[in-house]
């Protein structure tokens, strides 16, 4: 006996094949959907942890910004304070000063050299006088630079021939000069001095 199938078994096998197709489609779009869920939940966390991160950051480069400020603040004082005990050493220093500038411009001062005025401002020393020649002049502008540790810097400022009378007939012509230079402080007579020796003991 012959069986025939009369039914429209390619429809159905059609119909079949879609629902599967239907099903992995399905199936694949949940699928992708649960991934990219994933994914954005990852990230989320990640910008969180990041952010969180970023957060403490913050806060400890606000702390160090603080302690940056007290720092600046103490080395300010610290500055001040070496300003002030540097002040009080030069003072110290100092007060002999007027005791080495005579003592020195007594030994470096030739003869028929005299002194008329002496003036101090700060450490710059203005003096004024009379020589018997512009000889005399220039051996004490070498004795004032070569001689000593306590001057510095001898400049002439003016030099101009004038006449002297000793008596009503004696009349002398002197140079009348003008000269400034340096007094230097105790400190730095030391090094000059220091420097001195031991270029000598080199030779």
């Not at 080395?75 to 100092?94: C, H, M, P």
């Not at 003096?127 to 004490?140: F, K, L």
């Amino acid at each position: 006996m012959i069986l025939i199938n009369l039914l429209p078994h390619r429809e159905a096998a059609r119909k079949r094949r879609r629902e599967t197709f239907q099903a992995i489609m399905l199936a694949s779009a949940l699928a992708g959907l649960a991934i990219a869920a994933a994914i954005y939940w990852w990230f989320q966390v990640m910008i969180t942890d990041q952010q969180d991160k970023n957060n403490f950051l913050r806060g400890e480069i606000q702390v160090l910004e603080q302690q940056i400020k007290e720092i600046a603040t103490i080395e300010e004082e610290i500055t001040a304070l070496q300003a002030r005990q540097k002040a009080v050493e030069d003072l110290q220093s100092d007060r002999n000063l007027p005791v080495h500038l005579l003592s020195e411009l007594v030994q470096q001062l030739p003869d028929g050299v005299y002194v008329t005025s002496l003036k101090q401002v700060d450490q710059v020393v203005t003096m004024q006088g009379m020589a018997q020649s512009n000889e005399r002049v220039s051996e004490m502008l070498r004795n004032l630079t070569n001689n000593t540790p306590w001057f510095s810097k001898p400049e002439l400022v003016e030099i101009v021939a004038a006449n002297v009378a000793l008596t009503p007939k004696d009349q002398r012509r002197i140079a009348s000069f003008n000269l400034r230079f340096r007094l230097m402080r105790s400190s730095e007579a030391q090094k000059a001095m220091d420097a001195a020796s031991d270029a000598a003991a080199g030779k």
